[in-house]
Structures are given as structure tokens and as C-alpha cells.
């Protein structure tokens, strides 16, 4: 008997937007102060309602037909319940069973045994996501990563 590896990665990208996924507050990454770009509905207060950040999803289907993906006339979201020190919303946004785009593929030159060869590595789903903050320490959240597209 002999087995053939699969082996699966999830891999994160982070689209230069200037607005976060779900909200107006601005997407910058090299902020140099923690928890300046963030709003009620980034954290998630009650009563507030995310809105998709147009720029992201034209980013994310460019990336898709880049990748020779199929691009759904059909996506959404599903929200996540669940704790996580670091994430005080107690809820994500994020595409599970109708991502955006799926099926894709992604060529790569390898040197194999003495020679390039190709390899194509199938891209199954590409997701809407975003970051869930980062915990500095156990009791001060750096929200500035929250909801990052
Ligand atoms: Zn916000």
C-alpha cells in the first residue's frame, strides 16, 4: 500500500485598503499608535452593522481571475460565534461554504532532480476575511488590527 501526502495550507493576504473590511476606519498597518483606528461598529458594539468594503471584494476578484478562479454570481458571509481573549466583538465575519472565489490555480517552478519543473498547486477557496486584534499583553488589546480585509 502506498499513500500519496496532501497536505493543505491556509494562507492569509492583506489587501492594501484604505478602509477596513466592515467598517470606515482606516486600514493602515504601520499605525504607530495602538487603538486609534477603530469604531463601534470594528468593535462591535450592539446596534452597529458592518458594511463590505467595496474596495476590498473589486481586490479580492481581481486576485481571483489573477489566479484563474471562478468567481461566484453568489457569495456570503457567515458570522462566527466564539471567545477568544483577544477578540472582544465574540464574533468574526468570514465565507465558508460560498466563498467568493474557488477552484483556482497557481503554477510554480521547482528545481526538481536537476531540472525546472513545473507544479500546480490548486487553490480551492479564496475567502473574505479580516484580522482579529492581537493581544500585547493578556489585559491590552491592540485593536488597530481588527478587521483588516
Ligand atoms: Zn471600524
Known amino acids: 500500500?502506498?499513500?500519496?501526502?496532501?497536505?493543505?495550507?491556509?494562507?492569509?493576504?492583506?489587501?492594501?485598503?484604505?478602509?477596513?473590511?466592515?467598517?470606515?476606519?482606516?486600514?493602515?498597518?504601520?499605525?504607530?499608535?495602538?487603538?486609534?483606528?477603530?469604531?463601534?461598529?470594528?468593535?462591535?458594539?450592539p446596534g452597529t452593522l458592518p458594511v463590505i468594503n467595496q474596495e476590498a471584494i473589486h481586490k479580492l476578484i481581481r486576485v481571483g481571475l489573477a489566479l484563474n478562479c471562478q468567481v461566484a454570481e453568489f457569495s456570503k458571509f457567515d458570522r462566527k460565534n466564539y471567545f477568544y481573549p483577544d477578540l472582544p466583538k465574540g464574533y468574526q465575519i468570514s465565507q465558508y461554504d460560498l466563498p467568493l472565489c474557488k477552484?483556482?490555480?497557481?503554477?510554480?517552478?521547482?528545481?526538481?532532480?536537476?531540472?525546472?519543473?513545473?507544479?500546480?498547486?490548486?487553490?480551492?477557496?479564496?475567502?473574505?476575511?479580516?484580522?482579529?486584534?492581537?493581544?500585547?499583553?493578556?489585559?491590552?488589546?491592540i485593536l488597530t488590527a481588527l478587521e483588516y480585509p
Open 1 to 45: 500500500m502506498s499513500y500519496e501526502p496532501t497536505i493543505g495550507l491556509e494562507i492569509h493576504v492583506e489587501l492594501k485598503t484604505r478602509t477596513k473590511m466592515f467598517c470606515d476606519s482606516l486600514n493602515d498597518p504601520d499605525e504607530k499608535h495602538p487603538n486609534i483606528n477603530v469604531c463601534p461598529v470594528c468593535m462591535g458594539h
Open 103 to 141: 477552484d483556482g490555480k497557481l503554477g510554480f517552478r521547482v528545481q526538481g532532480s536537476g531540472k525546472l519543473e513545473l507544479r500546480e498547486y490548486i487553490l480551492k477557496r479564496i475567502r473574505a476575511d479580516y484580522c482579529i486584534p492581537r493581544a500585547l499583553i493578556i489585559r491590552w488589546l
